[in-house]
């Protein structure tokens, strides 16, 4: 297993991509946000799968550039979603900054500021053939996702 163990950029620079936005919104933060009604199951799920993905994203060797091949399709797949997941970024943060613009959907992908990463992560775990991470990512992303879907049931209400 310790093979597999070291740090390479491009774990880290889709880490970024997924930082960057996020600590920008700690500044920006929606209209009428209020964490205290989140469910404390679902952010536990969530924090568990944080530290799962970031961990194994940052320190797994085989998430790494490789020459092109059949595999490479699904870092192509990865990097448009993360691609997709800045965008929805980007208008999040020209919007008037509602609860609905934070849970909104984006190309028919519903709250897609929590599905296009977590897609994005799944793709990259494949790609690096990654399996063990892929636990991690469905743990984050049953939290994850199950936050903000509740956010946007709270928004339709």
């Given at each position: 297993m310790t093979?597999?163990?070291?740090?390479?950029?491009l774990g880290a620079l889709f880490l970024l991509g997924l930082t960057v936005p996020n600590l920008a919104w700690t500044r920006h933060r929606p209209?009428?946000?209020?964490?205290s009604r989140e469910?404390?199951?679902?952010?536990?799920?969530?924090?568990?799968?944080?530290?799962?993905?970031?961990?194994?994203?940052?320190?797994?060797?085989d998430i790494a550039w490789r020459p092109w091949s059949g595999w490479s399709w699904w870092l192509a797949g990865a990097a448009a979603l993360m691609a997709l997941y800045e965008y929805w970024w980007f208008r999040y943060f020209r919007s008037p900054r509602t609860m609905a613009d934070f849970t909104a959907g984006l190309l028919g992908i519903p709250?897609?500021?929590a599905v296009l990463p977590v897609g994005a992560f799944s793709l990259l775990a494949i790609y690096?053939?990654?399996?063990?991470?892929?636990?991690?990512?469905?743990?984050l992303?049953?939290?994850?996702?199950?936050?903000?879907?509740?956010?946007?049931?709270?928004?339709?209400?």
């Open positions: 093979e597999h163990l070291g740090f390479f950029w209209q009428g946000y209020d964490p469910d404390r199951r679902l952010a536990l799920l969530e924090q568990t799968g944080q530290v799962w993905v970031t961990g194994g994203t940052l320190l797994n060797r709250v897609a500021g690096g053939r990654a399996w063990w991470l892929l636990p991690g990512i469905a743990i992303g049953f939290g994850h996702i199950g936050i903000h879907l509740a956010h946007r049931k709270e928004v339709l209400a």
